[in-house]
């Protein structure tokens, strides 16, 4: 059975702070990997990674995907209060039953 | 385990057939959502449902239909489609209030729909 797992769950942070999410995944027939910020409103897409230690970035954002060991990790430097949000984190096939499995997000809340 | 589920997982279609989605989600949310997701392109919002009425549509071709007849379910019509339609195409439900805010978002599993 396909699966994302996200780690951790919520986190607290101060202003300034890195912070590191993480995101694991099973997934039969991997054809992408997407983080999206999600707010209380429509969702943001940040990065689709298809490559293996291809960094992306995005301002303070970043992103990198190791398809051996099946996971990625999301990095947000010098954090802001605006950057309080949930993460999700979804794996994409090609093939199998669903299209698309996220995994049940991260909660980052950056305080002041 | 999901609280919005979507069929069909898989579509591939003509482009003079007509087809269906279907979104549905047990959460109890009274404000549903269609989303397109093409190939290394953000996620587009198509359609905003809020207490069964349509409250946004985001210059979405005729050629895709929505109807929501319940705030448990949605659909998304379409007719005539184009092969640049092909995408992965997101349900998500949420709860709202009249004013037009939501909360978060939660996604079904998505339809893969390809136009032949």
């Known amino acids: 059975e396909d699966k994302v797992v996200q780690s951790p769950l919520s986190l607290v942070v101060h202003e300034g702070d890195t912070v590191t999410l993480n995101c694991s995944y099973e997934v039969t027939n991997f054809r992408s990997l997407l983080w999206y910020k999600q707010e209380k409103k429509a969702p943001t897409f940040l990065f689709m990674l298809t490559s293996s230690g291809i960094e992306k970035k995005s301002g303070r954002l970043s992103s990198i995907l190791d398809k051996k060991e099946l996971f990625s990790i999301l990095n947000i430097t010098a954090t802001q209060t605006g950057d309080s949000a949930v993460y999700l984190c979804?794996?994409?096939?090609?093939?199998?039953?669903?299209?698309?499995?996220f995994g049940k997000g991260t909660r980052l809340s950056v305080i002041a | 385990e999901t609280g919005v589920t979507q069929t069909p997982r898989h579509l591939v279609m003509g482009m003079t057939n007509k087809k269906s989605l279907k979104c549905e989600q047990h959460l109890g949310h009274n404000a549903m959502y269609w989303y397109k997701q093409s190939a290394k392109k953000p996620l587009e919002l198509m359609f905003v449902?809020?207490?069964?009425?349509?409250?946004e549509n985001n210059s979405v071709p005729s050629r895709f239909s929505p109807e929501c007849p319940n705030s448990s379910h949605l659909f998304l019509h379409l007719h005539t489609l184009q092969p640049e339609d092909s995408a992965l195409y997101l349900c998500?439900?949420?709860?709202?209030?009249?004013?037009?805010?939501?909360?978060?978002?939660?996604f079904g599993p998505g339809t893969r729909l390809t136009v032949t």
């Open positions: 998500a439900s949420s709860l709202a209030n009249p004013s037009g805010s939501s909360y978060e978002q939660y």
């Open positions: 979804a794996v994409e096939a090609s093939t199998g039953n669903t299209p698309l499995v």
């Open positions: 449902y809020n207490f069964k009425e349509q409250t």
